[in-house]
């Protein structure tokens, strides 16, 4: 019977663990903030080295911005930070163009390329706080399950 006991401690253990983890619930304005700031920072980075760099790279500081609004807040403030970033690099960091008017090809690629990159970024992101979900709820269905087992003896 100790064994027993003993073999279930670790498991308690590791439960609430991972519970402490999966269990965090973010405000709104806290997850869209993190999306907000990120871009900023972003934003003023690419900023400081205008000089350096002129028109090339224009979305390169937008992706880590993105992927970290993605992984902190999900899908909705991945969205945001990287339409914030394709806006802010096409407006100050690509070579002037009239709107919805001719674009050379290197900036159609490269929008095309931040575009591709951060949304399955924001996806992959996505997919990974859905898993959490599903692993926090088959923990409390599992503790649930075990409480009543435990109650019942």
Do not use: Q
Not at 72 to 98: N, R, T
Request: proline share 5%; aromatic share 10%; net charge neutral.
């Amino acid at each position: 019977m100790s064994e027993v006991r003993a073999a279930a401690a670790p498991e308690r253990t590791d439960s609430a663990i991972v519970r402490a983890i999966v269990n965090t619930k973010r405000s709104p304005i806290v997850v869209y903030g993190v999306a907000v700031v990120g871009v900023a920072v972003a934003f003023l980075l690419r900023w400081a080295i205008y000089g350096s760099l002129d028109n090339r790279l224009p979305f390169a500081f937008f992706l880590p911005a993105t992927m970290i609004a993605a992984w902190y807040g999900g899908l909705g403030p991945g969205l945001l930070a990287a339409g914030m970033g394709l806006l802010l690099g096409d407006y100050f960091f690509l070579p002037p163009h009239v709107a919805w008017g001719p674009m050379g090809e290197a900036e159609r690629t490269a929008i095309a390329i931040y575009a591709l990159t951060s949304t399955l970024s924001v996806v992959l992101f996505d997919n990974l706080h859905v898993r959490i979900r599903r692993l926090e709820c088959e923990l409390r269905e599992r503790d649930a399950g075990s409480a009543d087992a435990g109650g019942g003896a």
